[in-house]
Each structure stands twice: as structure tokens, then as C-alpha cells.
């Protein structure tokens, strides 16, 4: 079974930072390093926004609405998905998830619980 | 605004069938069999119900299907139960490095 426990979430004031955490317990050998991994958010009263996708490989993709703000990365020592996140915006306040993305079946199967970001002053 | 579109919301009462439609382009949904329905109740993790328009993960009820006509995808819910009730999101393939989104959701309301 893959566990995926998101972190790091807070209270921010606009123009702020953060750093998004998703560690990985899984029984077997599953690795960020070695999976697609997502970040979705879900901002208080709207819809799930997919936000950004790293391949396998290390390809990066962005939603264009955090683009040039946010940056995904991975520790492949701690099996730790990331997502830091520059210059917020109040309107990045939001539940945000980390999710496995299958490419072949294009599908999300292992989500986490989310962590809360609030960006206000 | 999502590039899929889907109903807001939609109502059924207890054991009756209702179905959620998601319109994309010839882009995405038309082009290939590969949408996914996500199933989210506030607070928990979103869950997958369907992939590759119709297929069911395993344990998802059989309750639960896909389908597609053209550009446009439909998850269909039979035998309604109080549990069905949350929101709906649907997710297709769109080419490689090109990703739409996630459609703008539905709620389900069971009366």
C-alpha cells in the first residue's frame, strides 16, 4: 500500500514563500524518483486545478497560472516529493494535494490527505 | 476556466441513475480513450472511479461506468446511494506535455 503525506502548508502573507512537502511510505520499493508525481490544489469553494507534473526522467510542467512561481522537485535520498512555491498570492490559498500520475493509463492513483496553504496578510 | 467542461451539478434521488457529461475538443476527449472520473468528498483525498473512459479500478462498484461519444465523456452512477454524494472531476489526455486540466467539476446531490 503507498501512503503519500503531504506537509508543510500555513498561514503566508502575500509575497511570501513556502515549501510544500509529500513523503512516500509505501511497503514496496515505490520511489518519487521512479513514479510521475503531481501537485493538485483545490482553492475554498472552486474545483480540483492541477498545478504541476515531474516525469520520471525529470521533465517539469507547469499550469500557467503558478508558472515561473512554483518549482517541483524531488529528494531522491528522503523520497520526497516538493513543491516551493514563490510570490503568492492570496489566490493561491488552497488544499494542496500530492498524487501519483500513471502515464501510460493517464491517471491519478495515490493521492495524500493535502496540507492547507492561506495566503493572506 | 477548465477546458472540459462539465454540468455544475446534478440531483437524483436514492436508486435512481444519473449522468455526468464532460466536453472537451477533438484536441483531448475525442481523440483519444484515455479520461479519468475522480470522485472528492470534502476533506479526503480525491479517489479514482474510472480510467480509460470505462474501465474500473478494482474494488470501485460496478455502479460506477464510463463512456464516450465524440468529444464529449460521461460517467453514469446507477442505483444511487447516500454515499454517491460529492463532487466529480474528469481529467483526459491531451497529447504529450500538454495537459487541460481537470474538468470544472459536478456536484452530486442525492435528494
Known amino acids: 500500500e503507498v501512503q503519500l503525506v503531504e506537509s508543510g502548508g500555513g498561514l503566508v502573507q502575500p509575497g511570501g514563500s513556502l515549501r510544500l512537502s509529500c513523503a512516500v511510505s509505501?511497503?514496496?520499493?515505490?520511489?518519487?524518483?521512479?513514479?510521475?508525481m503531481t501537485w493538485v490544489r483545490q482553492a475554498p469553494g472552486k474545483g480540483l486545478e492541477w498545478v504541476s507534473l515531474?516525469?520520471?526522467?525529470?521533465?517539469?510542467y507547469y499550469a500557467d497560472s503558478v508558472q515561473g512561481r512554483f518549482t517541483i522537485s524531488r529528494d531522491y535520498s528522503k523520497n520526497i516529493l516538493y513543491l516551493q512555491m514563490n510570490s503568492l498570492r492570496p489566490d493561491d490559498t488552497a488544499v494542496y494535494y500530492c498524487?501519483?500520475?500513471?502515464?501510460?493509463?493517464?491517471?491519478?492513483?495515490?493521492w495524500g490527505q493535502g496540507t492547507l496553504v492561506t495566503v493572506s496578510s | 476556466q477548465s477546458a472540459l467542461t462539465q454540468p455544475a451539478s446534478v440531483s437524483g434521488s436514492p436508486g435512481q441513475s444519473i449522468t455526468i457529461s464532460c466536453t472537451g475538443s477533438?484536441?483531448?476527449?475525442?481523440?483519444?480513450?484515455?479520461v479519468s472520473w475522480y470522485q472528492h468528498h470534502p476533506g479526503k483525498a480525491p479517489k479514482l472511479m474510472i480510467y480509460?473512459?470505462?474501465k474500473r479500478p478494482s474494488g470501485i462498484s460496478n455502479r460506477f461506468s464510463g463512456s464516450k461519444s465524440g468529444n464529449t465523456a460521461s460517467l453514469t452512477i446507477s442505483g444511487l446511494q447516500a454515499e454517491d454524494e460529492a463532487d466529480y472531476y474528469c481529467?483526459?489526455?491531451?497529447?504529450?506535455?500538454?495537459?487541460?486540466?481537470f474538468g470544472g467539476g459536478t456536484k452530486l446531490t442525492v435528494l
Open positions: 481529467w483526459s489526455y491531451a497529447g504529450s506535455g500538454t495537459f487541460v486540466g
Open positions: 477533438s484536441s483531448d476527449v475525442g481523440s483519444y480513450n484515455l
Open positions: 480509460e473512459v470505462s
Open positions: 515531474i516525469y520520471s526522467g525529470g521533465h517539469t
Open positions: 509505501a511497503v514496496s520499493g515505490f520511489t518519487v524518483s521512479n513514479n510521475y
Open positions: 498524487a501519483r500520475y500513471d502515464p501510460a493509463e493517464v491517471l491519478f492513483d495515490y
